[in-house]
């Protein structure tokens, strides 16, 4: 059983297009994470977010949002694509009060062209 | 601001060779600092944290407030310990700021 599933694993996709990113976790975990990881390998935390709290790291684009349809799973919507949005999202989760034992999914590698 | 800083985008030494992977950080309050390791086709997951002092497959990791810094240790590096590693830290919000990352690459 995959703990925290990505979906899709490779997004290929054209500049100005809007397309997401869904993620689920199985570990009945209380919040979940969104990060980037760009070219260079810098991962930078995104969003936090459980069911009472959306915590936005406030470099992030308005254009990016996490729509959370239950506790399970957070979505990562992303508007207007950029070829600068070209990175590997990760998806990850854990309890509220211990975010360093986060478990990451996979990774999605979004290439925008 | 926070910022954590891995000067090493690639650390390469041979097998047996000791190791330090360094990093350094910049935070107004208590600092909470973590290492996480990534191998090939793996998903990121958690080393080590600074307050259990554990030591995980061989590697270490000592807090020094004086000089901010909280470098990953391992006397004799082994070839499966090729990774990317990334040190991280915990801030307000219940949120990690990860350094740029380092690549190991220890060869035979």
């Known amino acids: 059983d995959t703990a925290v599933s990505q979906t899709p694993k490779y997004l290929v996709t054209q500049m100005g297009n809007d397309k997401s990113i869904k993620c689920e976790q199985n570990?009945?975990?209380?919040?979940m994470y969104w990060y980037k990881q760009d070219s260079k390998k810098f991962l930078k935390i995104m969003f936090s977010?459980?069911?009472?709290?959306?915590?936005i790291n406030e470099t992030v684009p308005n254009r990016f949002s996490p729509k959370s349809p239950d506790k399970a799973h957070l979505n990562l919507h992303i508007n207007s694509l950029e070829l600068g949005d070209s990175a590997v999202y990760f998806c990850?989760?854990?309890?509220?009060?211990?975010?360093?034992?986060?478990?990451f999914g996979q990774g999605t590698r979004l290439t925008v062209v | 601001a926070q910022r954590v800083t891995q000067p090493e985008k690639l650390l390469s030494v041979f097998k047996g060779a000791p190791v330090e992977l360094k990093c350094n950080y910049s935070?107004?309050?208590?600092?909470?600092l973590f290492w996480y390791v990534q191998y090939s086709r793996q998903r990121l997951q958690l080393l080590l944290r600074?307050?259990s002092r554990e030591s995980i497959k061989g590697f270490t990791a000592d807090l020094n407030k004086g000089e901010t810094s909280f470098h990953l240790k391992k006397p004799f590096a082994q070839e499966e310990d090729s990774a990317m590693y990334y040190c991280?830290?915990?801030?307000?919000?219940?949120?990690?700021?990860f350094g740029g990352g380092t690549r190991l690459m220890v060869k035979p």
């Open positions: 990850a989760s854990s309890r509220r009060d211990r975010v360093a034992e986060a478990f």
């Open positions: 570990l009945g975990h209380d919040t």
């Open positions: 977010y459980n069911n009472k709290e959306l915590i």
């Open positions: 935070y107004s309050g208590s600092p909470e």
């Open positions: 600074h307050i």
């Open positions: 991280a830290l915990r801030t307000a919000g219940n949120m990690l700021t």
